[in-house]
């Protein structure tokens, strides 16, 4: 019972264009939402957030868009680099016992950036 | 520049056989943590930790064990290896727990394959 979901494996754009990434999720308790980057043979690495009482977050090139209603959120790259080609993984986060949080990852999309 | 350090990167072990992932970090970080990641999948959380001498299961704890002697070290043991542990192992940790700012920064992960 996947928790977070990224349906499409993987996804090609074009230098320049936007790459717009989507993950769904079925918690409603879920308050917080990270992408991560992964390159290949390196440990993931945080790229950008938000919390759940905002639905838009803009860092540089990166937003990330969270739409509660349909328990969908969005990461928009413009303009799109040969070095953003790597694997992004979307994670939610709730308050678990014991007041650490827990992130529940999506299995990540493999985005492609052509020169 | 350290930050999480995980050995060793790479792993043949036969089935039964024991051994333990070592992870330390040099952030000065409470909360520690032990995901896998398997083909095509997010990453999971085996276990966790929010300082010395706390540790909590996660999602897939079974056949894994973890202990936090120090702020530093977070190493898990995998006893009596089986097939079904094979996966890609990381290893994480962040200041506090995961709220804007508090990110989670990986280790570069140890491959692990039981034959």
């Known amino acids: 019972d996947q928790q977070v979901k990224q349906n499409s494996p993987s996804l090609s754009v074009q230098e320049g264009r936007i790459s717009i990434l989507n993950c769904d999720y079925t918690?409603?308790?879920?308050?917080?939402f990270l992408w991560y980057k992964k390159y290949p043979a390196e440990g993931p690495t945080f790229l950008i957030s938000?919390?759940?009482?905002?639905d838009k977050n803009e860092d540089g090139r990166f937003t990330v868009f969270l739409n509660k209603s349909a328990k969908h959120l969005s990461l928009h790259i413009v303009p799109s680099q040969p070095g953003d080609s790597a694997v992004y993984f979307c994670?939610?986060?709730?308050?678990?016992?014991?007041?650490?949080?827990?992130?529940?990852f999506g299995s990540g999309t493999q985005l492609t950036v052509l020169p | 520049n350290a930050g999480v350090t995980q050995t060793p990167k790479f792993r043949i072990l036969k089935i039964g056989q024991s051994m333990t992932l070592q992870c330390t970090q040099d952030?000065?970080?409470?909360?520690m943590y032990w995901y896998r990641q398997d083909p095509g999948m997010g990453l999971k959380l085996i276990y966790y930790?929010?300082?010395?001498?706390?540790?909590d299961k996660g999602e897939v704890p079974n056949g894994y064990n973890v202990s936090r002697s120090t702020t530093e070290d977070f190493p898990l043991r995998l006893e009596l290896a089986a097939p079904s542990q094979t996966s890609v192992y990381f290893c994480?940790?962040?200041?506090?727990?995961?709220?804007?700012?508090?990110?989670?920064?990986f280790g570069e992960g140890s491959w692990l394959t039981v034959v």
């Open positions: 994480a940790s962040s200041l506090r727990t995961v709220l804007s700012g508090n990110t989670i920064y």
């Open positions: 918690n409603s308790m879920f308050d917080y």
């Open positions: 938000i919390s759940s009482i905002k």
């Open positions: 994670a939610a986060s709730l308050i678990s016992s014991g007041s650490a949080r827990q992130l529940t």
């Open positions: 952030m000065n970080h409470n909360y």
């Open positions: 930790s929010v300082g010395a001498g706390i540790t």
